[in-house]
């Protein structure tokens, strides 16, 4: 069945950039979007942002642009959430998740990204 | 932007009661809403889309309603298991934006 599995937990210092990455498998990756969500420490979900099956169309939560970069691969079904310039308070879990007909299912099982000093 | 609020914000309940959880939208978003259930250590699981519609392997007592600006998830005969955080998201305008309320915990006593 469709499954996303991601890479593991980072710690980053402010001001440093991380990238995590999400493999697709059971399912034709070139047909859905992938979509990117994080839950920070005693909240709840945020969307970060999504990109478009062939990754030509890509949109960011307004909070978001301008420091977050999506990308995707095809070749290897994977795609990736770059944050830059990262801030304490970017610590959080970071999901991602396939688009079906405009709800998230499956997701990924998380990334914990851990930003500190 | 279209802000999603959910209420209430938490509550208790024991095994067996029913329980309806609400979600309200700023605009108009049609039947473009789903819910969540997200259990701590865990991926949050699609329960409910358009609306109305309940995804595969979910249990006949969840069920959703609504549409335009106001919806409920209904959970019958409530089971240990179904303590969780509910989450309600919306898909909306072009380029499609995303957001989710900020949530119900909901704790089985």
């Known amino acids: 069945q469709a499954r996303l599995v991601q890479s593991g937990a980072e710690v980053k210092k402010p001001g440093a950039s991380v990238k995590v990455s999400c493999q697709a498998s059971g399912y034709t990756f070139t047909g859905y979007y992938i979509h990117w969500v994080r839950q920070a420490p005693g909240q709840g979900l945020e969307w970060v942002g999504g990109i478009s099956p062939n990754g030509g169309l890509i949109n960011y939560g307004e909070r978001f642009q301008g420091r977050v970069t999506l990308t995707r691969d095809s070749s290897i079904t994977t795609a990736y959430m770059e944050v830059n310039n990262l801030k304490s308070d970017d610590t959080a879990i970071y999901y991602c998740a396939t688009e079906r007909q405009n709800w998230f299912d499956p997701w990924g099982q998380g990334t914990l990204v851990t930003v500190s000093s | ?109």
């Not at chain 2, 089971?79 to 499609?96: F, I, L, T």
């Open chain 2, 1 to 109: 932007e279209i802000v999603l609020t959910q209420s209430p914000a938490t509550l208790s309940l024991s095994p067996g009661e029913r329980v309806i959880l609400s979600c309200r939208a700023t605009q108009n978003v049609g039947t473009f809403l789903a819910w969540y259930q997200h259990k701590a250590g865990q991926a949050p699981r699609l329960l409910i889309s358009a609306a109305v519609n309940r995804a595969s392997g979910i249990p006949a007592r969840f069920s959703g309603s609504g549409s335009g600006t106001d919806f409920t998830l209904t959970i019958n005969s409530l089971e240990p298991e179904d303590s969780a955080v509910y989450y309600c998201q919306q898909r909306s305008g072009w380029p499609p934006l995303y957001s989710f309320g900020q949530g119900t915990k909901l704790e089985i006593k």
